[in-house]
């Protein structure tokens, strides 16, 4: 468990996806993205050392968007914690069941990035969706911030007491599946279905929110150092 800073972890050290633990200065847990399958031992560890133990000890589990390296340990940690899952409105019926994505086009991408886009269209993750979010100011502090495009319901979520922006996919700090070395880039076109509306969100949301003092994507490490500057570098991209 990486602890960034004192209300903030990192909570799988897997190389795939960011799995975070936010904890707010009423002591409520809040986990932010589930990661893939195969990170639930490590993920299941961490939060044990972390205190998140039984039914009870997490708040909520905050899902950025629907795709597999984000969702697909939502069901089974929902069931151990008997906390709710909750998603954007836009991403429910998927992630229910209800509807089916269309395939992913991963284009002239890198294998990987091909084996990643198959992957998410045989297996979609399925999870009970407790609750959608509000957007806008929302309950515990948080501020929805919806960047569609990415997924139907993609969405940045901002905790404004501690400035920390989780931004999922939509805003990455490192380039996937690798996340030792820091880079800054919006929505990448092979994992979106209309990757220039969700940028266009971003840039509106980073315009009109505060400075964050933590960015927390959905891949990549955590920035906390020249955010204005690195951000504003993202307006030309
Ligand atoms: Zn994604």
Request: glycine fraction near 6%.
């Given at each position: 468990?990486?602890?960034?800073?004192?209300?903030?972890?990192?909570?799988?050290?897997?190389?795939?996806?960011?799995?975070?633990?936010?904890?707010?200065?009423?002591?409520?847990?809040?986990?932010?993205?589930?990661?893939?399958?195969?990170?639930?031992?490590?993920?299941?560890?961490?939060?044990?050392?972390?205190?998140?133990?039984?039914?009870?000890?997490?708040?909520?589990?905050?899902?950025?968007?629907?795709?597999?390296?984000?969702?697909?340990?939502?069901?089974?940690?929902?069931?151990?914690?008997?906390?709710?899952?909750?998603?954007?409105?836009?991403?429910?019926?998927?992630?229910?069941?209800?509807?089916?994505?269309?395939?992913?086009?991963?284009?002239?991408?890198?294998?990987?990035?091909?084996?990643?886009?198959?992957?998410?269209d045989?297996?979609?993750?399925?999870?009970?969706?407790?609750?959608v979010?509000?957007?806008?100011?929302?309950?515990?502090?948080?501020?929805?911030?919806p960047?569609?495009?990415h997924?139907?319901?993609s969405?940045?979520?901002?905790?404004?007491?501690?400035?920390?922006?989780?931004?999922?996919?939509?805003?990455?700090?490192?380039?996937?599946?690798i996340?030792?070395?820091?880079?800054?880039?919006?929505?990448?076109?092979?994992?979106s279905?209309?990757?220039?509306?969700?940028?266009?969100?971003?840039?509106?949301?980073?315009?009109?929110?505060?400075?964050?003092?933590?960015?927390?994507?959905?891949?990549?490490?955590?920035?906390?150092?020249?955010?204005?500057k690195?951000?504003?570098?993202l307006?030309?991209?």
């Amino acid at each position: 468990m990486e602890k960034v800073a004192p209300h903030l972890r990192l909570a799988s050290r897997a190389i795939i996806a960011n799995v975070w633990l936010l904890e707010d200065s009423m002591h409520r847990k809040f986990l932010i993205d589930t990661g893939y399958v195969l990170e639930r031992p490590i993920l299941r560890l961490s939060l044990w050392q972390a205190g998140v133990r039984r039914p009870g000890d997490l708040t909520a589990i905050l899902l950025t968007h629907r795709h597999a390296d984000h969702a697909s340990n939502a069901e089974w940690l929902r069931e151990i914690y008997d906390c709710p899952v909750i998603c954007h409105a836009a991403d429910a019926p998927f992630l229910e069941g209800k509807a089916k994505a269309a395939p992913m086009v991963p284009g002239a991408a890198a294998p990987h990035d091909k084996f990643f886009c198959q992957f998410e269209d045989h297996f979609p993750p399925r999870v009970k969706v407790d609750d959608v979010y509000k957007e806008g100011r929302w309950k515990w502090n948080f501020k929805v911030l919806p960047v569609p495009g990415h997924t139907e319901g993609s969405v940045m979520l901002f905790h404004k007491p501690t400035k920390t922006l989780f931004s999922g996919d939509a805003l990455l700090t490192g380039i996937p599946p690798i996340r030792s070395f820091e880079w800054l880039q919006l929505a990448m076109p092979s994992y979106s279905i209309d990757f220039e509306t969700c940028r266009g969100h971003v840039r509106e949301h980073l315009q009109a929110i505060p400075e964050p003092k933590f960015v927390c994507a959905g891949h990549g490490p955590p920035v906390t150092e020249n955010l204005r500057k690195k951000l504003k570098s993202l307006g030309k991209c």
